[in-house]
């Protein structure tokens, strides 16, 4: 007899194991392909090298369409997660209200933010507005959840002690239950600000605005050596939005 | 003399409770007087103390606060609060905010209330709170977080804050029972030395009788809800506290916090 730890074990190896051998068998992988491919793959690769350096003009205005796009993006899930917020929160409203709003928030979160773009396209045309809108819609079913849980945490004893001490309603909020939500606020906010940036790079895939639209377009035209440049861009900018974010996380907590 | 608290007949039921918290309590405290008020976990202080503070409605009997009467149905006007100051069980401070600012919380009721929105204390109250946190001992530590703070230091933020509300009547709720006996001693003693130096009365609450005797001139005995005794610390005997914690020991449904 197998213990239940080693049968659990066993039925987990066993599942991964058909999975991987469904993918192989069912899909038509064609690995020699792969092995024919060699010279084509050689030669795009080639065709990147030496990346472009001419389209700093282009990666300048696509970064900054994306910035754009990024901080408009989040001031609208800002704005959208404030009342949303409140109707998550556990301490404000009762569950048949905050159960079916959570509900709604996680259906948004589960809708990837690409596909949310490409809808908003089809919606509103190409440009940086559809992104925008996509942005602000997908960024607040993680926000409006963050700031719920902001909301719960405030601790109730020091509003009573206020209220005891005479303090009225505005003067409680703004020195019992403001200190105690703005440092998570401000921390939620940046670091879906930083999602919102590092998504937003690959919007204009979709054609929803910014710099992903140069990728795009330079390879369908074949100009790989251009789209080389801006993906080192892409890169690049991932890095220095991550090396900011470290540090102000640094200073929130 | 002025009474500070006339209780006539007071009984409270807590929502959802059976046996009530409060029974047919009835006792005067004259102004400036400090008394204790002495019974095992669960007889019902805070219930008492807070009611005392204006923050429990649907009681019956009659209440009289710094000669005003308490309204059951409502809390008192908030012109009225200040002068009820409250030391909190669990100190109810602003985690993330300073010592100073805490304590500064406490002149908010006293403050404009453009000033109190603000959070701009004029000259005037940031004396009054340095003063405040001077008296507690902890003037040093005016610009640290409470969240950085050990729990006799809180405590000690949470008596501050109570002092720079400048009560005429300040209600204390185990003010000192997360401190060592010694620090529990000194604490007790600056906070009723900074009640006298003001002219408030002072009624705090505790389970410990040397504390009582030591810091009180009056001590209030409570158990389940009604009062035991009420006499001077002078004439308080060895067996009325002992008759107090009657079958208190630790049992299995109050479990070994119990024992305090
Ligand atoms: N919010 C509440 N709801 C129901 N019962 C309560 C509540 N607060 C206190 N009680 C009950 O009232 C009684 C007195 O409690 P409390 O005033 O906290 O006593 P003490 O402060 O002396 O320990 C206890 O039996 C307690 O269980
Ligand atoms: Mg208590």
Redesign the interface.
């Given at each position: 007899m197998m213990a239940p730890r080693d049968f659990g074990g066993f039925v987990t190896s066993s599942l991964i194991a058909i999975a991987i051998l469904w993918s192989l068998v069912t899909t038509d992988v064609e690995l020699s392909r792969l092995a024919s491919a060699g010279p084509r793959i050689t030669d795009f690769i080639g065709r990147m090298f030496p990346p472009d350096p001419t389209v700093m003009t282009e990666i300048k205005k696509g970064s900054a369409e994306t910035l754009r796009i990024a901080i408009l993006g989040s001031l609208g899930a800002v704005l959208l997660s404030t009342p949303l917020a409140i109707l998550a929160s556990e301490t404000m409203v009762s569950r048949a209200v905050f159960g079916p709003v959570r509900a709604l928030l996680a259906f948004i979160r589960a809708v990837p933010l690409i596909l949310v773009a490409m809808l908003m396209v089809g919606a509103v045309g190409l440009g940086p507005l559809p992104g925008i809108i996509a942005v602000a819609f997908h960024a607040t079913g993680m926000l409006a959840k963050f700031y719920a849980e902001a909301i719960d945490g405030v601790?109730r004893?020091?509003i009573?002690?206020?209220?005891?001490?005479?303090?009225?309603p505005?003067?409680r909020l703004?020195?019992?239950i403001w200190?105690?939500m703005a440092?998570v606020i401000a921390r939620d906010t940046i670091f879906r600000f930083e999602l919102n940036l590092r998504e937003s790079l690959v919007l204009g895939i979709v054609g929803a605005g910014g710099i992903g639209f140069y990728i795009q377009t330079y390879i369908r035209s074949f100009q790989y050596d251009k789209a080389a440049s801006v993906t080192i861009a892409v890169v690049g900018l991932v890095i220095v939005i991550e090396a900011i974010n470290i540090t102000l996380r640094r200073r929130f907590t | 003399m002025s009474m500070a608290i006339e209780i006539d007949d007071l009984s409270y039921v807590h929502k959802g409770a059976q046996l009530p918290a409060l029974e047919r309590v009835s006792f005067r405290i004259p102004a400036g007087e400090c008394v204790a008020l002495l019974g095992p976990s669960g007889a019902g202080k805070t219930t008492l103390l807070a009611l005392l503070d204006g923050r429990i409605q649907g009681w019956r009997g009659r209440v009289s606060v710094l000669g005003a009467p308490l309204n059951p149905d409502r809390p008192p006007p908030r012109a009225r609060r200040p002068d009820t100051g409250f030391v909190f069980q669990e100190f109810a401070l602003v985690e993330r905010s300073t010592a100073l600012r805490n304590v500064l919380n406490g002149r908010l009721g006293r403050m404009s209330p453009f000033h109190a929105v603000l959070g701009s204390p004029m000259a005037h109250d940031l004396d009054i709170a340095r003063t405040a946190l001077a008296d507690c001992g902890i003037a040093e530590l005016a610009e640290r977080r409470v969240d950085s703070l050990s729990g006799g230091q809180r405590q000690r933020v949470a008596i501050a804050r109570c002092l720079a509300q400048e009560p005429r009547l300040i209600l204390a709720d185990e003010p000192v029972s997360n401190l060592d006996p010694a620090r529990a001693g000194e604490v007790l003693g600056l906070m009723t030395k900074a009640a006298r130096a003001r002219d408030a009365t002072a009624l705090f609450s505790s389970h410990q009788p040397d504390l009582a005797r030591r810091f009180a001139g009056r001590i209030i005995g409570i158990r389940e809800g009604r009062i035991a005794f009420n006499v001077p610390t002078s004439e308080l005997k060895d067996d009325a506290t002992a008759e107090l914690y009657r079958g208190s020991g630790p049992t299995p449904e109050l479990g070994p916090r119990a024992v305090l």
């Open positions: 601790s004893a020091p009573a002690a206020l209220e005891s001490a005479g303090a009225g505005l003067v703004r020195h019992a200190p105690q440092p | -």
